[in-house]
């Protein structure tokens, strides 16, 4: 299981905590701590899934996922996204800018790796269908 | 019938005998009971009295019929004066005079009347007498009084009144303004009345208007209609209740509500953040899901970080408690200022090292000592270089420098190359619970520099910021040498005791 997946935070060590809990679990991690970067990222490594925070420096987490959901080949790509701003409004918006999933930061790693299995799994899943 | 008493039965004996018309008088008499009737020959002397003139009065029929002359009901000098003869004289002209006289009862008191004198005729047609019927103005004059007074009273009240007081026809034209209403539209009544009211008519009901008195000049009133009667015809009463400064109170304190729930939601998540880092790096050494040393070594590390972060803001919420409830203190002492600088940069060099950034001191071997709270400054310090790594990119320079400048001052400033602070901003950064990057991870609580502000301020010093985009940023405090100004040593000096300036004014 040589899944890549890709973190979009700006905390270096809530990035940090994610990335280890990944790895261990035989994922493969790349990061970045801004949306520039990220949408670099994106392009060059084609990740399998993204955890992406909302609030980030310059480009949001809700900027960032419309425009991956705007390019064919990213539309179908499992987001999972983070904020601490657990609100019902960031969800909502979360889900109109194509999320797949949502998470309360700060979330549990265990959690986090729960949620990624199953969003993987169903892209699987999509994909065979 | 209650008329018939002896003095009519007298009258009407004496009219028999003067050849009267007896039917006129008995009706005038019964009829007018509530009026002195007095019927006198041409001379003036009484030769009929009725039982309203007793009451009147106040003397008895006995004691007036044919015993005195009409002029023992005017006060004296209506008499001298000659203005009862000058009526009796217009009477046998005319046959007929009506006027308001005072007239005198028989205890000597005087009081208003209203008289009616009306020449009689015998049989023959010739004029033989006349008949004077006096009504008592007194109870009349007193509820006149009364009405006056009170509406005179009403008059006062509605233009002391603190509300502006407004009266609308039914057709929706200004029928009358109070000066409360003058002062509130900024116009005098008449440029107001006659014209249309220019808010919708709604009775009973309280409604916000603004008035623009001229452009930039708004008063916010409370308006309430109510349904009155004006110069006989229905209309509406406008009160105004005067509710600008209420509205911009209210304003205030819904912004200081906004900045509280903000600071509170950025305070927990700002303490939750480094919290959950602890637990979830705990987590994975407890359970030794981390067989690494090395890796060990850098999630202590983290753990250690992240604590002393958390202590940080626990620090400052403390401070800011203090400051609110104005026990901020600070005890001064001979400090070498030199030192104090050495050991708060020392504190991150790992960190700059991480972050790959040059920290850099320049502070001269002769600065003075002065007299300053030592852990104090070393708080403002660390706070000052803390925001310059924050915001530097890998690569980037900080740079502590200190002097003392024309012998009065010690200058110490902080500079970075880093992005640098948006002008508009610079203004608001020593308020409390600003911060300029709101989406910035580990923004802060947005109270270092208030904090800063204040123990600078406490030591007599200043402190101040400079930025340019792009190049980035300076702040800079001074201190003065003779250690005067501010604080002195723990005293209980409450000139001293800082208050935050937002208890005055937010």
Partial sequence: MDKKILIIEDDPIASRLVDYSLRREGYQVITASNGVTGMRRVTEEKPDLIILDVMLPGMDGFEICHRLRSNPSTTVLPILMCSAKAHEIDRNTGVKVGADDYLAKPADPSEILSRVARLLARKGLATLA | MVVKICSEQLLRKQIKELGKDTDFLSTLLENLMGHAVVAADLDGNIIAYNEGARKIYGYTPEEIIGKHNIEIFFPGESVTGGKLRRIIHNLRKTGKVSCEEDKLR??????????????????????????????????????????????????????????????????????????????????????????????????????????????????????????????????????????????????????????????????????????????????????????????????????????????????SLLDMSQLESGRFEISKRPTPVRDTIADAVSIFKSLVRHKEITLKEEIPEDLPEIEADSGRLRQVIINLVGNAIKFSDPGGEVTVRAEERRGQELLIQVSDRGTGIPAESIPHLFKRFYRAEAKMVRGGAGLGLYISKQIIEAHGGHIWAESRAGKGSIFSFTLPLDGKGGETNGQEDSNYRRRPDSLKAC
Avoid: C
């Fill in chain 2, 106 to 315: 028989k205890n000597g008191k005087r009081f208003p009347a209203r008289i009616l004198f009306v020449l009689t005729r015998d049989k023959t047609g010739k004029t033989d007498g006349f008949i004077e019927i006096v009504e008592d103005l007194t109870e009349r004059k007193r509820i006149e009084k009364r009405l006056w007074d009170s509406m005179s009273n009403f008059h006062k009240v509605v233009d002391d009144a603190s509300d502006g007081i407004i009266v609308i026809n039914r057709q929706g034209i200004v029928q009358y303004v109070n000066p409360a209403a003058e002062l509130l539209f900024g116009r005098k009544s008449d440029a107001i009345k006659g014209k249309q009211f220019g808010f919708p008519i709604t009775s009973g009901a309280t409604t916000e208007v603004e008035i623009i008195r001229k452009p930039g000049d708004i008063v916010v009133a409370e308006m309430r209609i109510v349904e009155t009667v004006w110069n006989d015809e229905f209309a509406h009463l406008t009160s105004l209740h005067d509710i600008t400064e209420r509205k911009a109170v209210e304003e205030k304190i819904r912004q200081i509500d906004k900045t509280k729930t903000e600071f509170l939601s950025n305070v927990s998540h700002e303490l939750r953040t480094p919290l959950h880092s602890i637990g979830g790096f705990i987590k994975l050494l407890l359970r030794s899901q981390v067989p690494d040393k090395e890796t060990r070594q850098e999630f202590l590390e983290i753990i250690d970080q992240e604590s002393q972060y958390l202590g940080n803001i626990i620090n």
